[in-house]
């Protein structure tokens, strides 16, 4: 029995080979996000502030982690690394780090926003876990899937943040 997902091994419709956008890294560092957004307190003596230091910093770290964890495998079945090497994966791996600016924006703009703490943290996990699905979305449908299954897959994402918002519902942060 063949349990292959078809759209990840589909040529592309076009022809064309693949960009280097890592949808797959956009997803998961948006889902980060929102984690960090529904763990961060609105206490602090400046708790914007911080949870726009907090969401960068932790991408930035995750990005890096995600960079040494390709090298080391690629070391572990004997590929040399050099430099160049470096600079490529850190590439591939950088849309992990980028998924957190937009939500480290809302934070950051939302004073002029008039927004309080409560309702700052609420939009800012909203648009982590909409771009977390539209990244899911829009990756499946580069990868040639039909409608359906970028829905699918969509959707997977949504159960996936609405978790996180779930949480922090239950939490009452």
């Known amino acids: 029995m063949n349990h292959v997902i078809p759209w990840l091994h589909r040529p592309r419709r076009d022809g064309r080979a693949p960009s280097r956008t890592d949808y797959a890294g956009a997803v998961y560092g948006s889902l980060l996000a929102a ?5 961060s307190s609105v ?11 907090l969401l960068l910093v932790t991408g930035l770290v995750f990005w890096v982690a995600h960079v040494y ?3 080391v495998g690629e070391r572990s079945v004997g590929q040399l690394i050099d430099w160049s090497k470096v600079r490529q994966v850190g590439k ?6 980028e998924a957190a ?12 926003l008039g927004l309080s703490l409560t309702a700052t943290g609420w939009l800012a996990l909203t648009v982590a876990v909409a771009q977390q699905v539209s ?13 359906r299954e970028a829905a699918v897959e969509a959707a ?18």
Do not use: D, Q
Request: proline share 4%; no cysteine.
């Open 35 to 39: 984690s960090v957004i529904a763990a």
């Open 43 to 53: 206490a602090g003596k400046f708790p914007r502030f911080e949870t726009v230091v």
């Open 69 to 71: 964890a390709h090298l």
């Open 92 to 97: 591939s791996e950088w849309s992990i780090a």
């Open 101 to 112: 600016v937009l939500p480290a924006a809302v934070v950051a703009v939302s004073p002029v």
């Open 135 to 147: 990244w899911a979305y829009i990756g499946a449908m580069h990868a040639s899937a039909s409608r």
């Open 156 to 173: 997977v994402n949504l159960v996936l943040g609405l978790v996180i918002v779930a949480a922090k519902a239950a939490l009452g942060h």
